[in-house]
C-alpha cells in the first residue's frame, strides 16, 4: 500500500522533464552535447540490462552510442556516473528560485522534489527503476551517488541562501540542504530494496513529514 503524505504531486511549474533528461533553451552546441549525454546513457542502460552492470564496459557503451570511448570519459568521468548523471540541477535550481519569497525552505524543498520527481516517473520510470536497482546492488554506484549529490546540494544551497539573504556557502544552509537530500537518497534506496512497489512520491512526502516533525519512537 502507498503510502500517504503532507507533499503534493505537482510537477515543477514551468519545466519539461523527460527520463532522458531536461533540455532547457539553449544554442546548437549544447543542444548536441545533450544528445550525446542522452545517447551515452540509453546505450547504457541497454547493455546493462541486457548483460549487467559488471559485463558492460565503457567501449561497449561507446559503440553502441556511436562514439568514441574517449567521448564517454569527456561526458562521464566515471562509469558509474553514465548511470547517475542526468541533467536536473538547473531544473531543481530554477524551480527552487521560482517559489514564494516567504514560504519556508523545507516546504519549497518539498515542492521542488515532489514535483520534478514525479515529472522524471511520468516521463522515465523505467530509466529511474533501473537506476535503483543499480544503486542498491551496486556498493561503487552507491558511493558515487553520495558524491553525486553533494554538487547537487551545493547549488540548492546556494539558490537557498540567495533567496533568503545569507551568503553563498552558509553553514546552516549547507546542513539543511544536506539533510533534505540525505533524506531523499534514503527514500529512494529504500523504495529499490522493497521491490518498488510503494508510491515514491507518497514516500519522499512521509520521510520529509518525519524530518520537519522529528522521530517519535
Request: aromatic residues 4%.
Amino acid at each position: 500500500m502507498a503510502a500517504t503524505s503532507r507533499t503534493p504531486s505537482v510537477s515543477a511549474p514551468g519545466t519539461s522533464v523527460s527520463g532522458a533528461g531536461t533540455q532547457p533553451q539553449s544554442g546548437l552546441r549544447e543542444r548536441k552535447k545533450l544528445r550525446t549525454r542522452i545517447a551515452i546513457r540509453q546505450a547504457a542502460y541497454r547493455l546493462i540490462a541486457e548483460q549487467g552492470y559488471d559485463a558492460t564496459t565503457v567501449e561497449q557503451i561507446a559503440a553502441a552510442a556511436d562514439v568514441s570511448p574517449s567521448t564517454v570519459f569527456r561526458y562521464f568521468p566515471a562509469r558509474e556516473d553514465i548511470v547517475l548523471t542526468d541533467e536536473y540541477d538547473r531544473v531543481l535550481e530554477a524551480a527552487l528560485r521560482r517559489r514564494p519569497a516567504g514560504e519556508p525552505p523545507l516546504e519549497s524543498l518539498r515542492h521542488v522534489l515532489a514535483g520534478t520527481l514525479a515529472a522524471f516517473l511520468a516521463t522515465g520510470e523505467e530509466e529511474l527503476r533501473q537506476r535503483t536497482r543499480l544503486m542498491v546492488q551496486v556498493p561503487a554506484i552507491r558511493v558515487r551517488m553520495a558524491e553525486s549529490m553533494s554538487g547537487t546540494a551545493e547549488v540548492l544551497a546556494d539558490a537557498l541562501a540567495a533567496r533568503s539573504g545569507r551568503v553563498p556557502g552558509d553553514l546552516a544552509v549547507r546542513v539543511f540542504v544536506a539533510a533534505v537530500l540525505g533524506t531523499l537518497r534514503e527514500v529512494t534506496l529504500y523504495w529499490g530494496e522493497h521491490g518498488q512497489e510503494d508510491d515514491l512520491v507518497a514516500l519522499l512526502g512521509q520521510a520529509l513529514d518525519t524530518l520537519e516533525d522529528g522521530l517519535r519512537l
